[in-house]
C-alpha cells in the first residue's frame, strides 16, 4: 500500500510520535537516551525545527515540534536514521530499530498544543515507572518547571500561554500535575498563526487525486463532494478547526459546520 503524504509546509506545528520494532527497547541504558538527545539538539539546529517538548520512553518517542522552513521528513530522517545507525553498532546488531514510519499530526499550539504538552510530560507517571514527574530525566518537564535554560527547548511558546515569569512555571506545574482538570483552559490568551494555505491544499489534492481549483470553486455534485472530502480529511484527520478550514476555502465556518453534520447523519 502507498503511502499517504504528509500534511507539511512552512511554520506548521506537529505532534511526533514513532514506536519500537517488533516490540524491541529503543533505549535499553542511560547511555542511549542521551546519544538520542545529543542528535535531536544537533539536527533540530540543523534544519531550522524547534523542539517544544519531549519524551523519550524505552518503547516509543514522542516529538512535539515547530517546523518552520518545511523541513521535518528531512529532519526525522537524519535523526531517526543517525540513531539507529548508533544503536545497532554498538549493540552489534542488525534491522531496523523504529517499527513503522514515524506519526505525526498537526498541532495547534494554543489549544491542542498545552495538552499534548502536558500529555508528553505526564508519559512516565501514567506508565508507572515513577511518582514524581520530576524523577523521570528523559521529558522537556524540567526545562518547564526549573526555568533551565536550553539551547534546543523552546518552551515559551507553552509557557506564555500561562502568565509570566514564576507565576506562568507554577500554574503550568499545577496544570500538568493536577489529576483531573476542572477549571476550563483560556485559549484566548494567544492566537498563533500555524498554517501554510497553499502547503496544506498541494497535500489534499495529492491525497484526493484533484486539482486545487475544483476545491476552491466546484462546480456540480461530484466537485462539490470532493471539497467535502477535502474538508472531512482536515478536520478529523489533520485536527483543524472550523474556522481555520473556513479560511482556506474561503467559505463561511457555517458552511464548514453544514458538511460536518452531514457527513456525521450518513454515519
Known amino acids: 500500500m502507498a503511502w499517504k503524504p504528509r500534511i507539511c509546509g512552512e511554520n506548521i506545528y506537529h505532534h511526533i510520535y514513532a514506536w519500537s520494532n517488533d516490540r524491541h527497547p529503543i533505549f535499553k541504558i542511560p547511555g542511549h537516551y542521551e546519544r538520542y538527545l545529543l542528535l535531536l539538539k544537533k539536527y533540530s539546529s540543523q534544519y531550522d525545527i524547534d523542539i517544544i517538548a519531549y519524551a523519550l520512553m524505552e518503547w516509543?518517542?514522542?516529538?512535539?515540534?515547530?517546523?518552520?522552513?518545511?523541513?521535518?521528513?528531512?529532519?526525522?530522517?537524519?535523526?531517526?536514521?543517525?540513531?539507529?545507525?548508533?544503536?545497532?553498532?554498538?549493540?552489534?546488531?542488525?534491522?531496523?530499530?523504529?517499527?513503522?514510519?514515524?506519526?505525526?499530526?498537526?498541532?495547534?499550539?494554543?489549544?491542542?498544543?498545552?495538552?499534548l504538552s502536558r500529555y508528553i510530560?505526564?508519559?512516565?507517571?501514567?506508565?508507572?515507572?515513577?511518582?514524581?514527574?520530576?524523577?523521570?530525566?528523559?521529558?522537556?518537564?524540567?526545562?518547564?518547571?526549573?526555568?533551565?535554560?536550553?539551547?534546543?527547548?523552546?518552551?515559551?511558546?507553552?509557557?506564555?500561554?500561562?502568565?509570566?515569569?514564576k507565576v506562568a512555571i507554577k500554574y503550568y506545574n499545577d496544570f500538568v500535575l493536577r489529576e483531573v482538570i476542572e477549571e476550563p483552559v483560556d485559549w484566548g490568551r494567544r492566537i498563533f498563526k500555524i498554517k501554510n494555505s497553499s502547503s496544506i491544499m498541494s497535500t489534499i489534492c495529492k491525497e484526493l487525486m484533484v486539482d486545487v481549483s475544483k476545491l476552491i470553486n466546484p462546480k456540480g455534485n461530484n466537485e462539490r463532494n470532493q471539497r467535502k472530502a477535502a474538508?472531512?480529511?482536515?478536520?478529523?484527520?489533520?485536527?483543524?478547526?472550523?474556522?481555520?478550514?473556513?479560511?482556506?476555502?474561503?467559505?463561511?465556518?457555517?458552511?464548514?459546520?453544514?458538511?460536518?453534520?452531514?457527513?456525521?447523519n450518513k454515519k
Not at 546488531?93 to 498545552?114: D, L, M, S, W
Not at 508507572?128 to 518552551?155: A, Q
Request: glycine share 6%; proline share 1%; with cysteine.
Open 60 to 115: 516509543h518517542v514522542h516529538l512535539f515540534v515547530h517546523d518552520k522552513t518545511n523541513n521535518i521528513s528531512s529532519f526525522m530522517f537524519r535523526l531517526h536514521g543517525s540513531y539507529a545507525h548508533y544503536y545497532n553498532r554498538i549493540n552489534k546488531r542488525a534491522g531496523h530499530v523504529f517499527g513503522e514510519r514515524y506519526n505525526n499530526k498537526v498541532v495547534i499550539p494554543n489549544q491542542y498544543g498545552i495538552w
Open 121 to 165: 510530560h505526564r508519559q512516565a507517571l501514567e506508565a508507572g515507572l515513577v511518582k514524581d514527574i520530576k524523577d523521570y530525566p528523559w521529558t522537556s518537564y524540567r526545562y518547564y518547571i526549573d526555568d533551565m535554560k536550553s539551547s534546543f527547548i523552546s518552551s515559551a511558546i507553552i509557557l506564555n500561554q500561562f502568565g509570566k515569569g
Open 231 to 264: 474538508i472531512e480529511l482536515l478536520h478529523y484527520k489533520y485536527n483543524y478547526t472550523k474556522s481555520q478550514i473556513a479560511e482556506i476555502f474561503r467559505i463561511s465556518r457555517a458552511a464548514v459546520t453544514l458538511c460536518l453534520r452531514a457527513n456525521i
